[in-house]
């Protein structure tokens, strides 16, 4: 198993570009989830999922959008990037959710994005 | 607003010695989790704590939980090098995990 993947693993873009950032699991995991991570700062939760075809903001969601098409696949995608983006990303899945026995995320490798 | 405070946000050992991470948390959760962090890596899951009094140990590395104060902790016993990394404790309410800001621990010969 390949666990949880996101590609790519780099991007530089201009202000005003938009990208997509894509996260794949293969643990038929039913919650998905985006976190932006800042230097000497934990993870804020951008999105997230709780099955195909759903989507919730989270904490910090302003200037992103996310869609579940298909239950192992999770996008982020930014359609005016700013320099405040700037940041690394990680996606992550985990079990069913709170009435799930542990609940524990599994996280991607991280995007790294920068916004000149 | 879950908030969530670790302490300290960096921490200098000696191998061989004994530390403790705290994190405090605002609000009543379902669950905790604790994570490690190597530079430039991804976050890998160490515990998961469901309950209050729980305890797990893996190695050199216990945590604990008081739901009554709102406290975990996750104590280090005889340090070694290769446990220097960034620590996180993340707690879930809701449906959502709510991060600390990490604890960055490095251990010295």
């Known amino acids: 198993n390949a666990g949880v993947t996101q590609t790519p693993k780099f991007r530089v873009l201009k202000t005003g570009q938009s990208m997509t950032l894509l996260c794949a699991q293969d643990?038929?995991?039913?919650?998905m989830y985006w976190y932006r991570q800042d230097p000497g700062m934990g993870l804020r939760l951008i999105h997230y999922?709780?099955?195909?075809?759903?989507?919730a903001k989270g904490e910090v969601p302003d200037g992103y959008n996310v869609s579940r098409l298909k239950k192992q696949n999770f996008l982020l995608g930014l359609e005016s990037a700013a320099p405040s983006q700037t940041s690394v990303y990680f996606c992550?899945?985990?079990?069913?959710?709170?009435?799930?026995?542990?609940?524990?995320?599994?996280f991607g490798p991280g995007t790294r994005l920068t916004v000149l | 607003e879950l908030k969530v405070e670790q302490n300290p946000l960096f921490l200098s050992m000696q191998e061989g010695k004994n530390y403790t991470i705290y994190c405090n948390y605002s609000?009543?959760?379902?669950?905790l989790y604790w994570y490690r962090q190597d530079p430039g890596k991804s976050l890998e899951s160490l515990f998961v704590?469901?309950?209050?009094?729980a305890v797990k140990q893996e190695g050199r590395l216990m945590a604990s939980l008081d739901t009554k104060a709102r406290l975990s902790t996750l104590h280090i016993t005889a340090a070694v090098h290769d446990l220097s990394a960034t620590y996180f404790c993340?707690?879930?309410?809701?449906?959502?995990?709510?991060f600390g800001d990490g604890t960055t621990l490095t251990v010295k010969p």
């Open positions: 992550a899945s985990s079990y069913s959710g709170p009435s799930g026995v542990y609940n524990e995320q599994f």
């Open positions: 643990m038929n995991h039913e919650y």
């Open positions: 999922s709780v099955g195909e075809g759903t989507t």
């Open positions: 609000t009543t959760s379902d669950r």
């Open positions: 704590l469901l309950s209050n009094g």
């Open positions: 993340a707690v879930l309410n809701a449906g959502k995990s709510t």
